[in-house]
């Protein structure tokens, strides 16, 4: 989540002595929000005025087309629709355009995505300069941080299958470049700036050096010269969602992002970004609450059609679990400080469903810029810290150093693309749990902000990601057990779903991982408990009656080092409310 990337925003890459700043020296400063010289009469940009601003208008899925005609009646234009999670990107230079639309019936929600106006490009876009490329003498090495995952070793067994598809949501890709090239995808590349697909050709080409740095760490080439990518057999796509100059990353970019993902059968995608202009978007906050909710129809559309989304969780040594302020926004304009709690989301990091990436630096320690939170964090991965940078490519045939979580990132997303090089069929929520399951343990360091067990903890979640692991049989003969069928979770009702292990000896360990997927939409209702075969009851989670989250996508670790581990194991949840109901979507036993 850093903020850091590019200039105000966003992409995650590790600030040099400012939280959430941009990347390194290579970003530039923000822009100026000029109007840009008239366009011809009758040409598409002849509609941009000073003054316009952007809005989602939610709808239910399926029913924007009432919606698309209020829009137009009240003074804006539909840029962009999307029906099938009911949101419409609207423009509007109206004062009184949300206000009204608001009362629409059928309208659920409106939020102005930015501060800012919306820039004259959007109407007639600028493709991306075409970079000029360096050859490079540079032959692949054995990096820190490929070591310390043990990728190296995981080539040795495969680099990846080129049928598994990996979205870059960036700042563009630089495809010409000799090692990435090899691996690119132009057939599913794009762009989602402004919050409209540009399908032409280089639309898709990085705006600064940012995603071409993310898309090495991915899938470089394994062709003997300069860098190797974690899963360097892999496809990878750009979908550049930052806009030039400015290299901000709105809302209705994410969207037709994460839409593009799914329609497109990306298996993973890596999101080294937060959405701008909030650092943090907080649902008491009609504008903000718009966005949540439009992000969230968008990446749940994407994983409905079987895509994970791996996000950074930010370079602003910010406890994610304790949110107190957030003095970065409006980054489009001018920021101040105000007063925010856990309900304000840093999105899409922490979304049900993203893997959120701590950053490491070398030597399995934290970094002293990544974020970090009990319950947020899910694994970690190195993202470079002071002088030992990630390096990877960047734009024209170049290679460079940054450190972020924006780094780190990538490198889970390189895993995730192995895991599902290994096992075709396997599901968002697979990946998921394996990711977690595979992490190598890593304890707190003499740090009191970091709690939990050397097996789950605030600093690294689950541990480093291990690519050996995920190249390994899969899942693990004997060890891993799920349970993929469905079970309905009624109102005030207690459910069983049940596992039967056999094979192992002896008893559990006292890491026995829980991977569970449960889909609610309001898991307050819920408690969430293990029971071994023996009858003992596992608490794993009683939700606050508060919490009003949908699903419960998560990994816990039991110590059931007394219990037999051959036997039935159920995973038990109990509704204690009315109104809200759900399912027990899949659930798995790590030993």
Wanted: charged fraction near 15%; proline fraction near 6%; hydrophobic fraction near 40%.
């Amino acid at each position: 989540m850093a903020v850091a990337a590019l200039g105000a925003a966003v992409a995650l890459v590790a600030p040099t002595g400012t939280a959430h700043a941009a990347p390194l020296s290579d970003s530039p400063t923000p822009a100026a929000r000029a109007a840009a010289p008239a366009l011809p009469a009758g040409s598409p940009a002849a509609a941009w005025v000073a003054g316009t601003r952007a809005y989602l208008v939610v709808t239910a899925p399926g029913a924007t087309s009432s919606a698309q005609a209020a829009v137009t009646a009240n003074g804006g234009t539909v840029f962009a629709s999307y029906d099938a999670i009911g949101v419409i990107v609207a423009h509007s230079a109206a004062a009184g355009f949300p206000t009204a639309m608001r009362a629409v019936s059928g309208v659920q929600q409106v939020g102005a995505t930015r501060t800012s106006d919306v820039p004259a490009d959007a109407y007639n876009p600028a493709l991306p300069a075409t970079p000029a490329q360096a050859t490079t003498t540079l032959t692949e090495t054995a990096r820190w941080d490929m070591t310390q995952i043990k990728a190296d070793q995981a080539w040795a067994v495969t680099t990846g299958s080129p049928s598994v598809k990996v979205g870059v949501l960036d700042t563009g890709v630089d495809d010409l470049h000799q090692d990435l090239a090899p691996n690119f995808d132009a057939a599913d590349s794009v762009s989602c700036a402004y919050g409209k697909a540009d399908t032409r050709t280089g639309a898709w080409r990085d705006v600064d050096t940012h995603g071409t740095h993310v898309a090495g760490t991915i899938a470089a080439a394994k062709n003997g010269k300069g860098v190797v990518g974690v899963a360097p057999g892999v496809k990878i796509a750009s979908v550049r969602i930052a806009e030039p100059t400015s290299t901000l990353f709105f809302a209705e970019n994410t969207v037709c992002g994460f839409v593009w993902a799914g329609d497109h059968g990306f298996k993973v995608t890596n999101n080294s970004y937060y959405t701008d202009p909030w650092q943090f978007n907080c649902p008491d906050n009609i504008d903000q609450a718009a966005i949540i909710e439009g992000v969230r129809r968008a990446q749940a559309y994407a994983e409905g059609k079987g895509s994970l989304q791996v996000a950074a969780a930010g370079n602003s040594d910010y406890d994610l679990a304790h949110k107190t302020t957030d003095t970065a926004s409006p980054n489009d304009s001018t920021a101040t400080t105000r007063t925010i709690t856990n309900a304000c989301l840093d999105i899409p990091t922490e979304l049900p469903g993203v893997v959120t990436v701590a950053a490491m630096g070398s030597g399995n320690v934290k970094a002293s810029y990544s974020n970090f939170g009990t319950g947020v964090i899910d694994v970690a991965a190195p993202g470079g810290d002071g002088s030992s940078g990630v390096y990877s490519t960047l734009p024209g045939g170049k290679y460079g150093s940054k450190n972020g979580t924006s780094m780190a990132s990538p490198h889970v997303t390189g895993v995730a693309a192995l895991l599902a090089s290994a096992d075709p069929a396997a599901t968002p929520a697979d990946l998921r749990a394996r990711l977690a399951s595979q992490a190598t343990d890593t304890a707190c360091p003499s740090d009191s902000r970091c709690t939990g067990t050397a097996a789950v903890n605030s600093f690294f979640g689950e541990g480093q990601v291990d690519a050996l692991k995920a190249v390994g049989a899969t899942p693990p003969p004997g060890k891993y057990f799920e349970n993929l069928t469905d079970v309905t979770v009624p109102d005030n009702a207690t459910v069983e779903s049940p596992i039967s292990v056999t094979g192992v000896s002896g008893n559990a360990p006292a890491t026995l991982k829980v991977g569970v997927d449960i889909k609610h939409t309001y898991r307050g209702d819920l408690v969430v408990s293990l029971v071994a075969p023996s009858g003992t009851v596992y608490l794993l989670e009683d939700f606050t009656d508060s919490d009003s989250a949908d699903n419960v996508i998560k990994t816990y670790t039991v110590n059931a080092s007394g219990e037999a581990a051959n036997g039935t194991w159920k995973l038990r949840v109990r509704d204690i409310a009315s109104q809200d109901t759900g399912r027990i979507d899949a659930w798995n036993l790590t030993f």
